[in-house]
């Protein structure tokens, strides 16, 4: 007896220490949290507890104060309601898939939770952020407090009452580096609105050269700081840098960064530098090259960041206008028709593009904004990915052109982006543009090039995976139909600005083929093109323009010696057009093998097709090597417009290093350190884009 006895007491001191215990932190890469026991279904009778959370309002924000190696920070809750309030959880909200809680975050209380709050009670909360089990610098995060709160008389429990954490342990004066890095741009265009008509041109664009290089510096400090082995699981969705606040109605202000936005970020303000050190007097002037250029510049890098749709639209709005501007400041009476050509283009993928965001919007799920104030639909990007992966397309079974609604929005984007990506059959604005001058082609092919390779990549296999591999055929061959066509014509193409044109249309294409096959390795060949294209293109403009300068014709026919006659210029050219044309031993040529391989795992017949148009539009590039070899033209030493120099072309003047050496240098780095790139995307890759792609012989990486 005596032994059954100490059984049964032993038993019971096991079942009570299961049951009734105090509350502790929970750390690690699962959700924290504190749980009593289950939630009854229905409120109790009689007398009832309310919750107050103690705060600046129902939904108040938690900001841990850094310490040394940890955040901490405390709030409370209150029983304002006339009988007993029990607390049956306090965590991360639940959702599907992925928990939300980040790494290294513990909610502690030092009083048991199964004890009830009495009628006036508070109870603190302690949350802990610890930094050696997370690489994120950024904590944002909602904590939810289940209870039995209930209104006298209710039939139903209140709504649940959150907590919005927010934590940086990054240094003061990083806080707001994206949106310094993307407003820099605009110092520029206040510049040039101010010194106009006080200023020599040159003045002009030496200054705003300056001020580019200003910000493409400052664009730069988050690749410093930059976590690349940050997942989900550390937090904050992957990006990193966040910045968010709450503008107006369910509007964000939501900027950030992952792996595949990173390298792009000061690619806006180094052409930028570039069209204003290569600014000319004339037609157009330096201080519209600077003044349009700076907002197009500061509009492409919000584009980069800007985690909201409604952020993204403005941007590509602004961006399209900024451009079109530029155009008609350039264009002279005989070209108002490039001009017109360049902006119905750019019109029309900005409009297309605020149609697809309200599409988007309309079919989204209710979310929260960082204050933890909910709204009915989402305009995070983030949060609308979370509800694709947990199988959440479209609210309400919304349909797009008869299609599933995701497959229809894909297919919308990319009509919409076609325009301004220069896709065939929207392609015929790129060798326009080229005539309206060296600067003015720099900007808008290298901001185009940045534009739509963003858009291509967060909206489609991003946002929806799925569609992206359904509509993969389709984007396919629209990137092998651009290239091929594009190849054609660079055959018979007898201006090098024609050809510039052409090189603009088949990158274009490859990027969007690479992107079609919706693989990891076709993702990262797609990024690795778009900053190539973005730095080869306006490499390729500048060079043509510094030959119609020197020489007043561009004819591929009448050209070739300049490998004698000016050695400088011809190499620029020689880097240029290889590195435009993605050919070997350029950066882009790492994305184009990317591109091949990925698509044999998916479709062997559109590989070989893609291996035929590059080769095809290689052979139409290869043409533009006329210019560099062979002896010097005849008509040289007759030409009136270089009877100054003697008959013989200049080489690079002084004015002309600072543009050529940064385009050079950095796609020299390009091909001869493409880690400098993958470092950088490959986990954001693997992470947040496998599942683009399950595990299987397609998924080459």
Request: aromatic share 6%.
């Amino acid at each position: 007896m005596k032994r059954a006895a100490r059984l049964c007491f032993w038993v019971a001191l096991l079942v009570l220490g299961l049951f009734v215990r105090p509350a502790s932190a929970h750390l690690g890469a699962e959700q924290p949290r504190i749980v009593g026991r289950a939630r009854p279904e229905l409120p109790r009778e009689g007398p009832r507890g309310r919750l107050e959370i103690v705060g600046d309002g129902t939904s108040p924000k938690l900001r841990l104060v850094p310490g040394r190696s940890e955040a901490t920070g405390t709030f409370q809750i209150k029983n304002v309601g006339e009988g007993p309030l029990e607390v049956f959880r306090v965590g991360f909200e639940r959702e599907e898939g992925l928990p939300r809680a980040p790494a290294g975050v513990g909610i502690s209380s030092g009083e048991r939770e199964t004890k009830p709050l009495q009628p006036g009670e508070v109870r603190t909360y302690t949350v802990t952020w610890r930094w050696d089990e997370s690489r994120a610098m950024q904590l944002y995060g909602t904590l939810a407090v289940e209870t039995d709160s209930a209104a006298p008389g209710a039939a139903v429990y209140d709504a649940t009452q959150v907590v919005a954490l927010v934590a940086d342990r990054r240094p003061s004066h990083l806080r707001s580096i994206l949106s310094l890095a993307a407003l820099a741009p605009l110092l520029a265009t206040l510049f040039a609105l101010l010194a106009k008509t006080r200023l020599h041109e040159r003045r002009v664009a030496q200054i705003g050269a300056a001020i580019a290089a200003f910000a493409a510096a400052i664009a730069c400090v988050p690749l410093a700081s930059f976590a690349r082995r940050l997942s989900r699981e550390d937090g904050g969705w992957g990006l990193q840098h966040i910045e968010r606040a709450r503008m107006f109605g369910d509007v964000e202000y939501f900027v950030g960064v992952d792996g595949l936005s990173a390298p792009l970020l000061p690619l806006a303000a180094v052409v930028l530098f570039a069209a204003a050190a290569s600014a000319r007097p004339g037609r157009p002037s330096a201080a519209s090259i600077v003044g349009w250029g700076g907002v197009l510049a500061s509009a492409t890098t919000f584009f980069v960041v800007s985690q909201s749709l409604a952020l993204s639209a403005v941007a590509l709005c602004v961006a399209a206008a900024a451009a079109s501007g530029l155009v008609w400041s350039a264009a002279g009476a005989a070209q108002r028709s490039v001009a017109l050509q360049v902006t119905i283009a750019l019109g029309a993928s900005a409009i297309a593009f605020v149609a697809f965001v309200v599409l988007v919007r309309s079919a989204s799920f209710p979310s929260r904004l960082w204050d933890g104030t909910l709204v009915e639909r989402t305009l995070a990007l983030p949060e609308l990915a979370r509800e694709v992966a947990h199988g959440h397309v479209a609210r309400d079974g919304a349909r797009l052109f008869g299609m599933p609604f995701d497959r229809g929005a894909v297919t919308l984007l990319a009509l919409a982006l076609a325009g301004m990506g220069a896709i065939v059959p929207f392609h015929a604005w790129a060798p326009a543009v080229t005539r309206l001058g060296g600067a003015t082609a720099a900007l808008l092919l290298g901001a185009t090039s940045i534009l739509t390779g963003v858009a291509l990549s967060r909206f489609s296999v991003a946002l929806y995976p799925e569609a992206t591999r359904s509509a993969s055929t389709l984007l396919c061959v629209l990137g092998l139909v651009s290239v091929a066509l594009a190849g054609l014509r660079a055959c018979v193409d007898s201006d090098l600005r024609d050809l510039v044109g052409r090189l603009a249309i088949a990158s274009g294409g490859l990027a969007l083929f690479s992107l079609g096959t919706a693989t990891p390795a076709g993702i990262q060949g797609h990024l690795a093109i778009t900053i190539t294209r973005a730095l080869a293109l306006p490499l390729a403009a500048l060079a043509v323009s510094a030959l119609a300068e020197r020489t007043g014709d561009t004819t591929l026919e009448r050209g070739g010696g300049l490998a004698r006659a000016t050695p400088w210029l011809a190499s620029l050219w020689v880097l240029a057009l290889g590195a435009a044309a993605l050919a070997p031993g350029s950066g882009g040529f790492w994305g184009a093998l990317l591109a091949i391989v990925a698509a044999m795992g998916r479709a062997p017949w559109l590989a070989l097709a893609m291996v035929g148009a590059l080769a095809l539009s290689t052979a139409g590039s290869l043409r533009g090597l006329s210019v560099v070899m062979g002896p010097l033209p005849a008509w040289w030493k007759a030409s009136a417009h270089l009877e100054p120099n003697g008959g013989t072309p200049a080489d690079l003047r002084r004015d002309d290093l600072p543009w050529a050496l940064v385009l050079a240098l950095l796609l020299v780095a390009l091909a001869v350190g493409p880690r400098l790139w993958l470092d950088l995307s490959d986990a954001t890759i693997m992470d947040v884009y496998r599942s683009a792609e399950p595990q299987g012989p397609t998924q080459v990486f």
